[in-house]
């Protein structure tokens, strides 16, 4: 379970200090970004691997610190489902993120964020 935590946190810290170095191995080759809306934009809104990055390293998104909260973690086997919550000085998250164990490595390959306004 530790080593989901970690990767959890990496993958949040990799977003808040636009870390795209840590973004690249700690998200999965099929990693996917879904969510609803974006900024103003109404919408289904599923972003890859490359494309999270590139939001990522031209500041489209993050570059704030959060505080993380894991609220909980569903492990299936190499599959782990986490609850989470994250909060900036602008923004609260609830996000589920999807992590997969592969050759004892966790990695994220899933984050659905509902975002709001503070």
């Known amino acids: ?24 191995n700690i998200l999965h080759t099929n990693f ?39 609220v909980s973690i569903e492990k299936m086997d190499n599959i782990a489902i986490a609850k989470v919550e994250l909060e900036s000085q602008y923004l609260k998250f609830s996000s589920t993120i999807i992590c997969v164990g592969i050759d004892n490595k966790w990695q994220v390959i899933s984050n659905i964020p509902k975002v709001e306004t503070k």
Do not use: C, W
């Open 1 to 24: 379970m530790e080593q989901i935590k970690t990767a959890i946190e990496a993958f949040v810290i990799g977003g808040d200090k636009n870390d795209v170095t840590l973004l690249e």
């Open 32 to 70: 996917q970004n879904i969510q609803d809306g974006y900024f103003a934009e109404k919408g289904i809104y599923v972003f890859s691997k490359s494309e999270y990055i590139e939001l990522v390293g031209n500041k489209t998104f993050g570059g704030s610190p959060r505080t993380i909260h894991i």
